[in-house]
Every structure is written in C-alpha cells, then in structure tokens.
C-alpha cells in the first residue's frame, strides 16, 4: 500500500522507517515545515536523514503531501484539543479523496469523533485508530474482535510517563518533583509533562474507548471526562499504601458510559500493578471474562506497529 506521512516525530519517523518491513511505499512525507515527494516512492534513509541534519524532510510545501499519490493517509501530527487541528483537516482531506486514514493522532477521534464518523460515512476511506490507545497494545482491535456490546467496562493504566514516576516514588521512596526530572532526564517525560501528569494524556484515550463503545450515537469529549492527576501524590501516601500491601496507579476507566482518570489504590501484585513505562487495559466481557492486554505504550517503533498493524488491516 502507498502510504503519505504526516508528521515526523517519534512516530512518524518510525513508521517512514519501518514501511517496508511491512510491504508498503511511502511516497510522501510531511513535517510542519516542508515534504517530500515521489509516486514511485521517496527515498526513506534520504529523508529521514535530512531530517535529522537539517531539520526537514524535503524541499516542497507540506500541503504537496496531501495531494500526492498515496492509498492510505498516515496522520502523526501531535495531538491537539477542541477543534484538533491541523490533523483534523488532514483527516477531511484525505476522506473526499476517498483515501484511507490511519490515526496516531488522538484529537480528531477524542475531540471530533462523529464528524470524523460523517466524513467517512461520505467516503470511500475508512478510518483505524488502533495507535491512539495503548501504543503496541491491541486494544482498540480486540474491542472489535469481542463487538463493543458485548463488552461492560475498560480500565487501564494507559501512560508510561506516570507510571513511571509512580512506580520510582513508590520503590525509591523519593518525592515526585525528584522522580520527574529523573524522568526528564531520561527521555520518559517531555520537556512539559502536562498533557501526562494531570491525565489530559490517558482521559483521551479513556474517551476513545468511550465512543468505540457507544451504541447510542453519543459522542464524548475530554470535557466529559472526570479527571485527576497525579501532581499531589506524595512519597508518605505510597508508602502508607505500601505498609498495607497496595500502591497508586493512575487508572482510566470506561464504565456505562462514564469516563474518569484518577490516582488509584491497587493491590501491589494485580495486575494494574504495572511498573515502569508499562501499560495495560483491562477488558470486561460478557462471555470471556475479564481480559489483561500489556505491554509497551508508547515509543516510535512500537506505537509504529499499531498504525502499520492498520494499514495491514486496509488491504
């Protein structure tokens, strides 16, 4: 399949890098700035070098990607809120071309979910969004696999970078502000970890899974979501948690309807008890039971195999 890229971050890159390992073409590529493009296919080392010397993948104007030759849209712009542009137009773009769009951009499916269902009822693309949630996890397609009416409740742990500094305070015994620059350091956290800390990060994904679920029609948005950080968690509560064999997890759960973030107190061996940048999502079914889906969250090659696992799932 030809791909065009939008974005050319973490993820971006990695799915330009990755491509094809996976039997696809890219033959555009787009930063914010500028795009490269061939319909016999860019040269992907070339450009991803470029980026990394330069700091652009091409010499053309980023809107030459939209317009290429390409069979499916890959749209890794980072997420924004309420109108969730510019991936957004992205998405309306490719849709009246009747090209397909693969989403790691959480905005438009979080913020604009039915108008993104109505340009796609309009089209001859379809949308997959299985990299919003989860990463590497295949959460979103195992939802589907199971019929959403068939499924109650998701819960989860569903961001690395908290769990990360809860899961160190909690070892260490060390203080958050601490443990985040520890973080930062280290390229857990970004430079501004709002969007993680406060739960803005996995609310979203909490309100995707939301509208995956919905039967009704309903369309649900980050201001439907009864959200908490975890910037007011102090060593002394861990370790009270610890004394009585528990610890906190910031924990994102979809039930009938709801969607609420918040710190959690969980059993220190069950299995919400991940540690480190780990996540997981745990389904409940109506005939199967509860299911535990885990693993890597985030990270460009592994959020990459989500949205490569989509354009798979488009042929």
Avoid: C, W
């Avoid at 060390?174 to 985040?180: P, Q, S």
Wanted: no cysteine; net charge negative.
């Amino acid at each position: 399949m030809r791909l065009a890229v939008i974005g050319a971050g973490a993820v971006g890159s990695s799915v330009v890098e990755l491509a094809a390992d996976y039997g696809h073409s890219v033959t555009a590529f787009a930063d914010s700035g500028s795009a490269v493009v061939d319909a016999a296919g860019i040269d992907t080392d070339a450009a991803l070098e470029r980026k990394r010397t330069d700091g652009a993948v091409g010499s053309v104007d980023p809107s030459e990607a939209l317009s290429a030759d390409y069979d499916a849209l890959v749209e890794a712009t980072p997420t924004t809120l309420g109108d969730a542009q510019p991936g957004f137009g992205h998405v309306e773009a490719a849709l009246e071309r009747d090209r397909h769009v693969v989403l790691a951009n959480k905005g438009p499916v979080a913020e604009r979910y039915a108008d993104i269902r109505e340009l796609e009822r309009e089209s001859a693309g379809r949308v997959l969004f299985e990299a919003t949630v989860g990463g590497a996890m295949p959460v979103l397609s195992t939802i589907a696999d199971f019929d959403p009416r068939h499924i109650s409740a998701v819960r989860g742990v569903l961001n690395g970078t908290a769990n990360f500094i809860l899961s160190r305070m909690a070892t260490e015994g060390l203080d958050y502000e601490h443990v985040l620059a520890e973080a930062q350091d280290l390229g857990v956290a970004e430079a501004d970890p709002t969007f993680d800390v406060d739960g803005t990060d996995a609310a979203l994904k909490g309100v995707i899974v939301a509208n995956v679920l919905a039967d009704d029609g309903t369309e649900y948005t980050l201001t439907d979501a009864d959200v908490e950080g975890i910037q007011e968690i102090t060593g002394s509560a861990l370790e009270l948690a610890r004394e009585d064999g528990r610890t906190v997890r910031l924990v994102a759960e979809v039930v009938e309807g709801s969607v609420r973030v918040g710190p959690r107190l969980v059993p220190e061996n069950a299995p919400l008890a991940v540690s480190g940048t780990r996540n997981i999502a745990q389904l409940e079914t109506e005939h199967a039971g509860q299911l535990n889906i885990s693993g890597r969250g985030a990270g460009g090659p592994e959020t990459a195999s989500a949205v490569l696992a989509d354009v798979g799932r488009l042929e």
